[in-house]
């Protein structure tokens, strides 16, 4: 049982929530092992088809656990390493997660809290929540977080961001691509809900396919895409999935996936 998560599945859908509300969910290296469990979970075919990420209490997250983080001015260079490359392969299993994950974001989103937002393919944040790359006032930066924030939010954007350190608005945050809705906070589940019915009134292969797609094909000419892109369609159009999606349409009968 992790001590640092909770995690409910239902429906086919996966309920994570960071629960170190004390701290605002501020991650160490407990929390980074369990979410990274989890997500591991899921690579290996774990039966799901949606996941929702969330934080316990006042804040989404606050990042990195600072208490943690000081500790380790007494670490070894290698060890100061590993911890880095566990974090940073936390963000990378979760960019990469095979299901659509939808950020759940109240309260504040800092520093790795903003990466996480980064990571999932979906956000919704409540209007009061605040976001910032705050690395730099703590002395810091926000370092292996940065190739899933540049993709979401541009470099001019990080720019910005990651030298002012400063805190910004969840208006801002879909300004940029960091966030998709912005909802009262009273309207944050109902939102994800309405969401997760989407996904799951979408095939799961295609989901799957379309978010492996995004990466493949950003910032690629067309012609050096053509062979991916055509293969995939032709792939998947003739796939078991396609073919009962297809023949469900024109027969104005549920998709076999619809729940
Ligand atoms: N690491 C460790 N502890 C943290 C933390 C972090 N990243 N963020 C907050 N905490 C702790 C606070 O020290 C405080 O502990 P205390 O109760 O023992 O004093 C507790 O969490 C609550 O924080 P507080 O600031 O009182 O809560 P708040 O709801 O008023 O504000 C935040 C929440 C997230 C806006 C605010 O805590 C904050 O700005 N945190 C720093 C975030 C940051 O810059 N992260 C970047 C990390 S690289």
């Keep these: 049982m992790p001590s640092t998560l909770t995690i409910a599945t239902d429906g086919g859908v996966a309920r994570v929530t960071l629960n170190r509300p004390d701290v605002r969910n501020a991650f160490n290296e407990t929390l980074i092992a369990e979410l990274t469990a989890w ?19 006042r804040a ?19 060890e100061n390493l590993e911890d880095a490359r566990a974090a940073a392969r936390l963000f990378q299993i979760l ?54 924030v540049i993709a979401k939010i541009g470099q001019s954007a990080a720019r910005d961001l990651f030298l002012t350190a400063s805190r910004f608005p969840a208006a801002r945050a879909r300004e940029i691509g960091l966030v998709h809705y912005v909802v009262p906070a009273a309207d944050l589940d109902a939102t994800i809900e309405r969401l997760l019915a989407e996904v799951l009134t979408s095939a799961p292969g295609a989901v799957s396919a379309a978010k492996a797609l995004i990466p493949a094909v950003a910032g690629r000419a067309p012609e050096d895409v053509f062979d991916l892109t055509t293969a995939t369609i032709a792939r998947h159009r003739t796939s078991r999935e396609g073919q009962d999606g297809m023949r469900a349409f024109l027969e104005k009968r549920k998709a076999p996936w619809v729940p």
């Design 39 to 57: 997500a591991a979970r899921v690579r290996q075919a774990e039966p799901i088809r949606a996941a929702v990420l969330a934080g316990a209490g």
């Design 60 to 78: 989404f997250c606050a990042g990195a656990d600072l208490t943690w983080m000081s500790r380790m001015v007494g670490y070894s260079m290698e």
């Design 95 to 148: 960019n990469a997660l095979p299901v659509p994950l939808i950020g759940r974001v109240q309260g504040a989103a800092l520093g790795g809290g903003a990466g996480l937002a980064a990571v999932c393919d979906i956000v919704v944040a409540a209007d009061d929540a605040v976001f910032g790359f705050t690395e730099a006032k703590l002395g810091i930066l926000p370092s292996m977080i940065a190739p899933f």
